[in-house]
């Protein structure tokens, strides 16, 4: 959230006397990752940080990758997202500051840094198990108040999970199987990962202090996801009626049921709390894990151990429509006045994105363990979890979870279709691949462009749609993922996250390292409205 400078001391002294903030700087040894001084004294390498290095994408005024994050906002559906920036489609309205293009790791040849990593030492490097020691390293570690990760064995991927994505540790996180968003979190761009859910202890019991109801919850999260969609009515995995003490899909009896109608209130303990569309409920927490591209022993690509970054977000607030409204107001007339970005900063527990949410997470150190973030590698989170136009409550993966009971279950890129964006026909890969020119914002993936390309430069449609799924489509080959989880090691040697985390190679060719105002923008024709939403086969339509 960009801040007046009334409002920004203000809410520093917010950030330091609040009782949600520890009253002492975290240790130096947990605050001496990039960006932080001795003491643990902040120093900013780009203070327009929340700009991702996508943004400097040069678009030649018909190449737009900028469409997935920058919309215009959805009418009449009660849409909380007001943040109106589809003009930002191809345009770059940067800041003085800004206009240079800070993430100079975009300009870094590393040739010869990934010629010098040998295959088997890179597979043996990404096969490594990071997650547990953070886990039990955070466990002893009384003097931190952020999130420490409670999900037990998460490195092992799926099978930390039941087959409909509940842990079975009993931490009651959920995994679910969604699309990734283009083009960044695709694999052949460099990353693999999972994304998982929590709601609050009342959303988990029929009554206060009670015990945990497997079928409440398995409720609680199916009307969430209808209120997250804006569907009427959604499948769910078989809840019993009776035990939820509720009539869930409106047909007047209690007894076994797969689909839900959409209710005015959570069921169980949390039946006091409303149900708003497009809003999660407070205390909802989302956990993220952002790993290298691992490579099984018959040349596959798989979900590996290694993290290169856990994330996690949890809704400490909750802020009303109305209220939102204002606030995206206030940026709005904050950023006319081009005033600096400012997040709350409740250190060790993260940034607060000024709309309820507080984001946090924890990176690689030089030996690859995992450590708490920076305070600007934090900052790097708040340009998707704050203000572009096509979130939904400031998030992304749950929107695009496929629909209903099918959806409950580790993230799995086999047999899911090229589904269209909510509103369209077209698969949303096929679409991004022509809009985008390419196989990544920077159209560098030459891969990509080998297989689903022809040799005019057009999207070859024959072979997109006989493509038989999502992983076949955005799943590198053995040599790639190799090659990208290589250039990405480097980078964790050097820990230079502050001048960019993209695994690349070689520089890619269409990127600016400063802006000419006067660069052609998009022109009209290669402009679009697109909606976050999938439209699965199956889809319940509101």
Not at 47 to 67: F, K, S, V
Not at 72 to 79: L, S
Not at 148 to 171: I, M, R, T
Not at 380 to 396: E, P, V
């Amino acid at each position: 959230m960009r801040t007046t400078p009334a409002v920004f001391a203000s809410l520093a002294v917010l950030a330091c006397h609040s009782p949600d903030t520890p009253k002492q700087e975290p240790a130096p040894e947990r605050a001496a990752g990039p960006g932080v001084g001795p003491g643990g004294q902040r120093r900013l390498v780009n203070r327009e940080a929340i700009i991702p290095p996508q943004c400097y994408t040069r678009t030649d005024g018909r190449h737009n990758p900028c469409y997935v994050c920058h919309q215009a906002p959805i009418e009449g559906d009660g849409h909380e997202n007001r943040i109106n920036d589809g003009v930002l489609q191809g345009d770059y309205g940067f800041s003085e500051f800004a206009l240079t293009n800070r993430w100079s790791n975009l300009f870094v040849d590393r040739t010869a840094a990934v010629a010098a990593i040998t295959d088997d030492a890179i597979l043996a490097y990404v096969g490594e198990d990071n997650y547990s020691p953070l886990v039990e390293r955070m466990r002893k570690d009384a003097g931190f108040r952020g999130f420490k990760p409670d999900l037990e064995n998460l490195q092992l991927g799926a099978a930390a999970f039941d087959e409909h994505g509940f842990a079975k540790d009993g931490s009651h996180w959920v995994a679910f199987n969604y699309m990734p968003m283009p083009s960044t979190f695709w694999p052949t761009n460099g990353s693999t990962g999972d994304v998982m859910i929590r709601l609050p202890a009342q959303f988990r019991s029929a009554s206060a202090g009670g015990a945990y109801v497997h079928d409440v919850y398995l409720a609680n999260l199916a009307i969430l996801e209808a209120a997250i969609k804006n569907f009427e009515r959604v499948g769910t995995l078989p809840i019993d009626e009776r035990r939820v003490g509720r009539d869930l899909n409106g047909d007047g009896k209690l007894g076994q049921v797969t689909e839900i109608t959409r209710l005015a209130r959570y069921v169980g303990e949390a039946s006091s709390v409303e149900v708003h569309t497009f809003l999660y409920p407070r205390g909802t927490e989302f956990l993220h894990s952002v790993r290298y591209v691992g490579v099984a022993e018959d040349g596959s690509i798989r979900i590996p151990p290694r993290m290169k970054e856990l994330r996690y977000m949890v809704k400490h607030t909750f802020i009303p429509k109305y209220a939102l409204a204002g606030l995206y107001d206030d940026e709005v007339q904050e950023k006319e006045e081009a005033n600096p970005p400012y997040y709350a900063d409740f250190r060790d527990r993260g940034l607060d994105n000024g709309f309820g949410w507080r984001v946090q997470g924890y990176i690689e150190d030089k030996q690859g363990r995992l450590r708490p973030n920076g305070y600007e590698e934090n900052l790097f989170c708040m340009g998707c979890h704050s203000t572009i136009g096509t979130t939904i409550d400031h998030s992304f993966s749950f929107a695009r979870k496929v629909d209903g009971e099918k959806g409950w279950g580790y993230i799995d890129l086999h047999g899911m279709p090229d589904a269209p964006a909510w509103g369209e026909t077209e698969g949303q890969i096929r679409s991004y691949l022509r809009r985008a020119g390419g196989g990544s914002e920077f159209r560098n993936n030459d891969e990509m462009r080998k297989r689903w390309f022809r040799a005019d430069g057009a999207a070859d449609e024959a072979k997109l749609k006989a493509a038989p799924d999502v992983h076949s489509l955005i799943a590198p080959s053995r040599e790639r993922a190799l090659l990208l989880d290589k250039a990405y090691r480097a980078i964790v040697e050097e820990q230079s996250f502050l001048r960019g985390r993209d695994a690349l190679v070689t520089p890619p060719a269409n990127v600016f390292q400063t802006i000419d105002r006067e660069v052609n923008p998009l022109e009209p024709e290669h402009r679009f409205r697109w909606d976050i939403r999938v439209a699965w086969p199956d889809e319940r339509r509101p």
